[in-house]
Every structure is written in structure tokens, then in C-alpha cells.
């Protein structure tokens, strides 16, 4: 198989003629020859024991020639596109014209869409400011806070009415027009008051009754809410109040830090709680420096992005969201009937975080080929094990689901996004 030409025909666009020679040609007739065969009924023959050229002889040379090209097609295309340093981004949209087919071997041209030709005008000297990482007392003291909520006991109150973050439990009726809605009724739900996970103004009626109380809860839904027949609706919600609970902090003492730790004082823990937070700064700081390099690096970003790779790149984290719902125990068509959404819309809303990665990924790409960035066998071989610590699995098989030129691509975009910040202005922060 080889590339006889390559022609830019259009923006993204090539034309590729590609030949495949006798012998693979006649390798997948051979091949498409046995796979068919066993179908096949012959007069003096057992079904599927006709010898190919009889078959051939009966129903022609080229019987077999269709499935045979669609069994060497595809290396032949990937083939053609290394030969020619492109690559295809879009397998949906390519135009097949069929030259010639025959012993001889098998002539096509095709026009695919591939990557675009990038330009990355400014990617050394970037600047960025570094965020403080110094670990203030107030910090040490909302961790600590958070340790506290954590072993808080719930304890009921009868003597004075709801406020916020009380957490209440209580009935309510919901009804538009005069008529009940579907999913308006609840029966003992569990709320805390001030979270706004009701609709706005619903939690602040709340707010000053007491328990047994029966009230009417009057809110209009937003006009962006999910239900579609909700939309802009008044409505009343007819409230009976059963409980009141408040939340109550234990005291931050040695007795408390041997309750939630395997500490043993108070010094103790906040001197682990600052190493944490300490580190946890410093991750977020290298993370908002690298959001800085990036953006900067992108106003200088020229490319004519071929839509079928902003496509692409929606469906894959729409995957990879589906996979973290699964996960958690639910699925796509679940989460997108409860926020009223269609695939569509979801597609919309991944569309702008999809166009910046894929814009991202080629000017990285850009750059490791303009500094000739290439990954060492270590690097290749630390970043296998780095992945088969991370998903749990054996080396071996971590090697066999991902390609090593798949994961040399994804190093060079690492290193080039090292290099950038190797490169790069960076100041701390100076706090007032």
C-alpha cells in the first residue's frame, strides 16, 4: 500500500491517492474468500466447500473484490495519511472515488478533513502572578470548623421557630392554577433552611413557624427553571410543619481530636492540618498559574479549527460525564430527565470548555514540534506505571489498552505544557 499524492483541495481539506498493491490486495480477497465462502452453495460441491476459483468462475472474478477492499481500506487510508503528515480528524465526511479494482491491485483518492495547520505566536517570557500560599490561622481554624459540622449531632428544638440552618422536616402540597403538579407533594422531607435547594423566597417562609404549624408557602418558579410547564408559574405550597432541628458543635479540645483524628491534641492536629492545607495551596496556586500561562498563551493561538474536532471532543467529555454518574450509581438518561435536558442542550453546554481544549491541545502540540519535544523510554515507561498505580491495573494491561504512540502524543502535550511554564515570568503574589 502506498500514497501516490496528496493535494490540499480546501481548508482542512486533502485529496489522497492511494494505491494498494497485487499481493495485499489478493491477501484480503483470500481472506474475504473464507469468510464468505461457508454461505455459499455450490451444485456438486457440500455447502461452503466450493474452491474459490469456482465461485469466482460462476459469479465472477470479482466477487469477493468489495468485502476484500473494505478489509485493506482502512490501513490503507491510515497508511496514506502518515505518508502525507496528515492527520484525520474527521472519518464521517470523506469522499471515496473507486479508480480502478482489479488483480493488478486497487487505486481510490479520497478527501478527508484533517488537522489544522496551527500557529502559536507567543509562548516564552508569558507572565504570571502566583497566588499566596501561606497558611493563615483562619484557614487552620475552617478546617477544623469543617472537622466539627463532621461530628455535630443533630438535636431537636421545641421551644422557639425554624431559622436558618435549622434543618426542618415538614409536608407540603404544591398547586398552579388551583391544580396539584406532578412532583409538587412530599410527605416528612428533611430540608436545611438557608441551602437553597428549593426555589428563592420558598426557605425563607419557613423561617419563624414552629412545629405542628400549617402555613402557605406563595413562590413564583424562575423562568429558566427545567420543568417546562413550570416556567414563570405562581404557585402555593400548602406546609404543615412537623420538626426542628439544630445542629450542635462539640467543643475543640484533646478529647475531640482523638474523636476525629489519630491525633492526640489540639497542637497536633493543627500542625497537620496546616502541612495539608499547605500542600493543597500550593497545588491550587500551580494550577491558577497554569490557567494564567495558558490563556495567555492562546491569544496568540491561529488555527481554522475544523468543526468535527469541537464535535468530537463534546461527545468525549459527555462520556467521560457519564462514566462519573455511573459511578455514582446513576446514568445520562436519569440526570438529563431530571434537568430537563435534551442531548443537545448538553451538547451546548459543553461546547465552549470543548473548543478551548481543543485549542489547547494543538497549540501544545504545536510547541512540542517547534522545540522538538520528544519523550525519553523513561519518561514512557514512568508514565505506564503512573497510570497502572492510578486505575488499579497491571502494567501489562495498561500497555495493551494504550498504544505507545497514543501515549507518546500525550506526553509531548505534557512536556510542552512544562516547557511553557519553564519558561515562564512567574511572580508571587504579594499580600496587602
Known amino acids: 500500500m502506498s500514497l501516490k499524492s496528496s493535494n490540499k483541495v480546501d481548508t482542512n481539506r486533502y485529496e489522497l491517492l492511494v494505491e494498494i498493491d497485487a499481493e495485499t490486495f489478493e491477501k484480503a480477497v483470500e481472506k474475504a474468500f473464507k469468510k464468505n465462502a461457508k454461505t455459499i452453495e455450490i451444485k456438486g460441491f457440500r455447502k461452503g466447500k466450493a474452491?474459490?476459483?469456482?465461485?469466482?468462475?460462476?459469479?465472477?472474478?470479482?466477487?469477493?473484490?468489495?468485502?476484500?477492499?473494505?478489509?485493506?481500506?482502512p490501513a490503507a487510508i491510515d497508511e496514506a495519511a502518515k505518508e502525507a503528515g496528515v492527520e484525520i480528524v474527521d472519518f464521517q465526511d470523506v469522499e471515496f472515488d473507486l479508480k480502478s479494482m482489479d488483480k493488478s491491485g486497487v487505486e481510490f483518492s479520497v478527501k478527508v478533513t484533517v488537522k489544522p495547520e496551527v500557529e502559536v505566536k507567543n509562548y516564552k517570557g508569558l507572565k504570571a502572578e502566583k497566588p499566596s500560599v501561606e497558611v493563615t490561622d483562619e484557614d487552620i481554624n475552617a478546617e477544623i470548623d469543617k472537622l466539627r459540622e463532621r461530628d455535630s449531632a443533630m438535636v431537636p428544638v421545641e421551644d422557639r421557630a425554624a431559622q436558618n440552618d435549622d434543618i426542618v422536616v415538614f409536608d407540603f402540597?404544591?398547586?398552579?392554577?388551583?391544580?396539584?403538579?406532578?412532583?409538587?407533594k412530599a410527605e416528612g422531607y428533611s430540608l436545611k433552611l438557608g441551602s437553597g435547594q428549593f426555589i428563592p423566597g420558598f426557605e425563607d417562609q419557613i423561617v419563624g413557624k414552629k412545629i405542628d404549624e400549617e402555613f402557605d408557602v406563595n413562590v413564583t418558579f424562575p423562568e429558566d427553571y427545567h420543568a417546562e410547564e413550570l416556567k414563570g408559574k405562581e404557585a402555593v405550597f400548602k406546609c404543615k410543619l412537623h420538626e426542628i432541628k439544630e445542629r450542635v458543635l462539640p467543643e475543640v479540645d484533646d478529647d475531640f481530636v482523638k474523636d476525629?483524628?489519630?491525633?492526640?491534641?489540639?497542637?497536633?492536629?493543627?500542625?497537620?492540618?496546616?502541612?495539608?492545607?499547605?500542600?493543597?495551596?500550593?497545588?491550587?496556586?500551580?494550577?491558577?498559574?497554569?490557567?494564567?500561562?495558558?490563556?495567555?498563551?492562546?491569544?496568540?493561538?491561529?488555527?481554522?479549527?475544523?468543526?468535527?474536532?469541537?464535535?468530537?471532543?463534546?461527545?468525549?467529555?459527555?462520556?467521560?460525564?457519564?462514566?462519573?454518574?455511573q459511578m455514582q450509581g446513576l446514568n445520562m438518561q436519569t440526570y438529563m430527565q431530571y434537568m430537563g435536558l435534551t442531548l443537545d442542550q448538553l451538547k451546548e453546554q459543553y461546547k465552549e470548555q470543548s473548543e478551548k481544549q481543543v485549542k489547547m491541545r494543538l497549540a501544545f502540540e504545536k510547541i512540542a514540534e517547534l522545540e522538538k519535544i520528544e519523550p525519553t523510554a523513561e519518561d514512557v515507561e514512568a508514565q505506564y506505571k503512573e497510570y497502572s498505580e492510578m486505575y488499579g491495573m497491571e502494567l501489562d494491561k495498561i500497555k495493551s489498552s494504550l498504544p505507545e504512540e497514543e501515549l507518546l502524543k500525550d506526553l509531548k502535550v505534557k512536556k510542552a505544557s512544562e516547557f511553557i511554564k519553564d519558561n515562564a515570568k512567574i511572580t508571587e503574589e504579594v499580600k496587602a
Open 51 to 73: 474452491p474459490r476459483h469456482i465461485i469466482e468462475k460462476l459469479y465472477g472474478e470479482n466477487v469477493f473484490y468489495e468485502d476484500a477492499l473494505n478489509e485493506c481500506y
Open 173 to 184: 402540597d404544591g398547586y398552579v392554577d388551583g391544580e396539584q403538579f406532578e412532583g409538587g
Open 260 to 325: 476525629v483524628s489519630e491525633f492526640k491534641t489540639v497542637d497536633e492536629l493543627k500542625e497537620d492540618l496546616k502541612k495539608k492545607v499547605s500542600e493543597r495551596k500550593e497545588k491550587e496556586a500551580n494550577t491558577a498559574v497554569e490557567t494564567q500561562l495558558i490563556e495567555e498563551m492562546l491569544k496568540g493561538f491561529e488555527a481554522e479549527i475544523p468543526q468535527a474536532m469541537i464535535d468530537n471532543k463534546v461527545m468525549e467529555n459527555i462520556k467521560d460525564f457519564d462514566y462519573t454518574l
